[in-house]
């Protein structure tokens, strides 16, 4: 079975410090992978995909296929960047898995 | 503004009642999805399905049934509650991506509705 984790529930940080949420998969064959994120009281919503190499508010995740990770980073974190942090691999037939969360605490 | 949308933002039941949770989506999406949000667990995949009367099972099925007659709305059914199913029920939707030949598409989730049985 295909499964995700990020092994830490909770992940507090400094503002303007270096911040590096851990994902780690087993997958057999080319995963799809996403970052999806769920602001204080509002909905989950996607963050970012490893398809489309993109930076989104300063948010980067690299897929290294060697060590099955999709790590989550930004150099410069953010108070406004507190929130719940989700990894999903991408199943076939189109369904998302989870894994346990992260939740990211930027304090002043 | 294209949306999902659940019909309850909270709800309180008690034991053995029969819950329904309503889940509407205005994008012409074919898939729909009903996950259980949990503190530690993260969200697990409860039922999804891909058209209209199809379903396929998730990773924790038990205790619950759903319902799509039309395309726009997925219903989930609680057949008769307990106190281990007081969680976050979200809804959310996408895109057929094999279908429309596209890269998968996102998925759009709902605001939640917290459910709790006592």
């Known amino acids: 079975a295909q499964r995700v984790t990020q092994p830490e529930k909770l992940l507090s940080v400094f503002k303007g410090a270096p911040v590096e949420l851990k994902c780690n998969y087993s997958y057999s064959g080319s995963p799809e992978l996403f970052w999806y994120v769920q602001y204080s009281r509002q909905r989950l919503q996607l963050l970012l995909r490893?398809?489309s190499r993109e930076s989104i508010k300063g948010f980067t995740a690299d897929l290294n296929k060697g060590e099955t990770s999709f790590h989550l980073k930004k150099p410069f974190a953010q108070e406004e960047d507190s929130a719940m942090y989700y990894c999903a691999p991408l199943q076939q037939g189109g369904k998302l898995i989870f894994g346990q969360g992260t939740e990211l605490s930027v304090k002043p | 503004d294209v949306k999902v949308t659940q019909s309850s933002r909270y709800l309180v039941k008690r034991t053995g009642e029969k819950v329904f949770l309503e889940c509407v989506q205005d994008?012409?999406?074919?898939?729909m999805f009903w996950y259980r949000q949990d503190p530690g667990l993260g969200l697990r995949l409860i039922y999804f399905?891909?058209?209209?009367?199809?379903?396929e099972k998730g990773d924790i099925p038990e205790g619950y049934s759903v319902s799509r007659e039309k395309k726009e709305r997925f219903s989930l059914i609680l057949e008769s509650a307990s106190t281990n199913q007081t969680s976050m029920y979200l809804c959310a939707s996408s895109f057929n991506a094999g279908r429309r030949k596209k890269t998968n598409e996102k998925l759009l989730f709902g605001s939640g509705t917290q459910l709790s049985v006592l």
């Open positions: 994008m012409d999406h074919e898939n």
């Open positions: 490893h398809i």
């Open positions: 399905s891909y058209d209209v009367k199809m379903k």
